[in-house]
């Protein structure tokens, strides 16, 4: 299956471009309501190539959370965020300098509750080259990009599970040369998925 940025744009028109329904990490597994979550929100950014592809971050070794690992540049919400869009360019100009006009947003994937309790709202931004960008050495280690016809690729979504605190846990990961992208940013990508072909 071809996914050029027309098509993509066509997924999320009309009542596709804010997808209403909550994910969670786990269906099975007791997690916060509204009431408990923090709120955060993630741009995931489609690189307006011949063949789009998706930017990712690797989050700096030295961070106590999530040290070393594969997710979408953004954070929590700040009280002054007027919304999960603002909140989401935002945090990815903090992180890799990607300027907020350089991005357009064509909507929203599913509210996702994370086993830490955020609540995370993914908004799809499409960004045209050429850009800059400066990586935020606190927060990333590195930056990279990914084909977005792999990505969403049911075949390369692998689900795992593992046993913590008890109990078997599960969880998708995609493997993409070297880089193992797993937990909730391969979550967002299954939602993507799920999202553009109407699953």
Known sequence: MTYDIPWLRSRFAGARAEAADTVYCDPDEALPGPARQRPASVLVPVI?????????????????????????????????????????????????????????????????????????????????????????????????????????DPTNHLRHSQQSDGRLRYYYAIQYGDYYIRGVTAGLLVNFYRHVVGA
Request: proline share 9%.
């Open 48 to 152: 307006m190539r011949d063949e789009p592809t998706v930017l990712f971050t690797v989050r700096a070794s030295h961070l106590r959370n999530g040290a070393g690992q594969i997710s979408f540049p953004g954070g929590r919400a700040e009280a002054s965020d007027p919304s999960p869009e603002h909140t989401a360019l935002r945090e990815t100009f903090e992180e890799v300098g990607l300027p907020a006009e350089c991005v357009e947003t064509i909507g929203r994937l599913g509210h996702y509750v994370s086993r830490n309790g955020h609540g995370i709202t993914p908004v799809v931004g499409l960004v045209k080259p050429p850009f800059d960008l400066q990586q935020n050495h606190d927060e990333v280690a590195e930056i990279f990009e990914a084909p977005l016809a792999f990505l969403l």
